[in-house]
């Protein structure tokens, strides 16, 4: 029986089934503990907060450790920039090492320029209310008329209250802290001081810009430990890599001013061999891209492909959406470009649909774009004929809006 016992230990130990205790102390769980990640429930890797809790809810719960975010920059950059200084201010706050590269802006000076924490979430929650009470006096004064099927309909938004433990809120009418930034380590890489230090090369070549800057991370990633191959010497960490405007004429690329560039596989070469370093590393990147200056299409295709997450911004700056009523309540529209599969055959997709986003006060915040019902008798048929064709610009998620003289029957 002992012998038997010993062997039916053995044959457990070998063979493991899918259901196991786990222990009180997490002695169970596959997962490294690191400062601000948490596993994921649907595919078991790592987590990270891309610091918007509305944007790690549209994305499935944040950022996978290993992944690759992709921002398409909107007409002036200017949201996008606030996410990739969200994606740093978040690192910080978390105690992830940093690495900032920029052509545009020295680091130290994004570095500044960051957010600083809310040190209580509750206070973010309170301020919302305050915004969401006097935004539902100043609708409750306009002439509409709402129908008497929207008036229980309570408003749907994306934005979720997180713990603190994972996502923070940040408020962008106060500079981080000095203190903050003195304790953590962070690498930088600024392609003019990069020019200067190696003059013998051409200061226009693209490929020779993006490959300083492959073995700058890969540097820091072998010294620091981030692989794996040398033991880190504090805790394990992990090593957030922010890349600001890639592949602008700035980077020495001319992606953005010719069809038919002569660097034409730079840029994606480039992406490979970085994706290839963050998925043997405990690292996670974002870059913002302008998308929406590169004239040959065919070589963002690649981009995409070679990204992990892509998220799009259109702003309404200096477009006819900025004028229309339809979009009175937002600065922009946030797409959804592409989501990642991680160890299943779909992706984690979000019901939202139709999102857009708007920046208040103090916050940055993505919500779920609410089209208004149809206005009232006070309104002249041009008026609405104009409401009802800017909503036909919307996918089918926004349905739920009565176009022209066409209403829903219940």
């Known amino acids: 029986m002992a012998a038997l016992a010993t062997g ?66 909107d007409a002036y950059g200017i949201y996008s920039n606030l996410l990739f200084k969200h994606f740093l201010a978040e690192g910080i706050v978390c105690g992830h090492n940093l690495f900032i590269a920029s052509a545009k802006e020295e680091p130290a000076d994004i570095l500044k320029e960051l957010p600083s924490p809310f040190l209580n979430t509750s206070v973010t929650a309170m301020e919302e209310e305050d915004e969401a009470a006097v935004q539902c006096k100043q609708d409750s004064q306009e002439s509409m008329k709402i129908a008497w099927r929207y008036q229980n309909i309570p408003k749907l938004e994306v934005t979720q209250i997180t713990s603190s433990k994972f996502g923070h809120y940040f408020d962008l009418s106060k500079p981080l802290a000095s203190e903050h930034t003195q304790n953590i380590g962070w690498h930088s890489f600024f392609l003019p001081e990069e020019t200067t230090l190696c003059p013998d090369t051409n200061s226009c070549d693209t490929a020779a810009g993006y490959s300083r800057l492959l073995r700058s991370i890969q540097k820091v990633i072998y010294q620091e430990g981030f692989d794996g191959s040398i033991p880190q010497k504090k805790q394990r960490n992990i090593l957030r890599i922010g890349i600001q405007s890639l592949g602008s004429v700035l980077w020495g690329d001319d992606i953005c001013c010719n069809e038919n560039p002569q660097n034409i596989h730079s840029l994606t070469r480039f992406l490979y061999a970085l994706r290839g370093l963050l998925r043997t590393s405990l690292s996670a990147c974002i870059i913002t891209i302008p998308s929406h200056l590169i004239q040959n299409k065919a070589i963002m295709e690649r981009v995409t492909n070679l990204s992990d997450t892509v998220v799009g911004l259109e702003s309404f700056i200096d477009s006819e959406r900025e004028t229309n009523p339809l979009y009175k309540d937002y600065h922009g529209l946030i797409h959804i470009r592409q989501i990642p599969r991680l160890n299943s055959l779909n992706c984690n997709i979000s019901n939202s649909k139709d999102l857009a986003f708007r920046l208040k006060r103090k916050l940055f915040v993505i919500e779920r774009l609410h089209l208004p019902p149809d206005l009232s008798d006070t309104v002249s048929r041009t008026s609405k004929q104009d409401l009802a064709e800017s909503a036909k610009l919307l996918s089918s998620g926004c349905s739920a809006m009565a176009i022209g003289k066409k209403h829903l029957d219940f």
């Open 8 to 73: 039916e230990l053995t044959l457990s130990e070998r063979a493991p089934t899918s259901f196991q205790r786990k222990a009180p102390g997490g002695g169970g769980s596959r997962l490294a503990v690191l400062p601000g990640t948490r596993p994921s429930v649907r595919h078991g890797q790592l987590l990270l907060s891309s610091g918007l809790p509305s944007l790690d809810h549209v994305l499935g719960g944040g950022l996978a450790v290993g992944t690759l975010l992709l921002i398409e920059e």
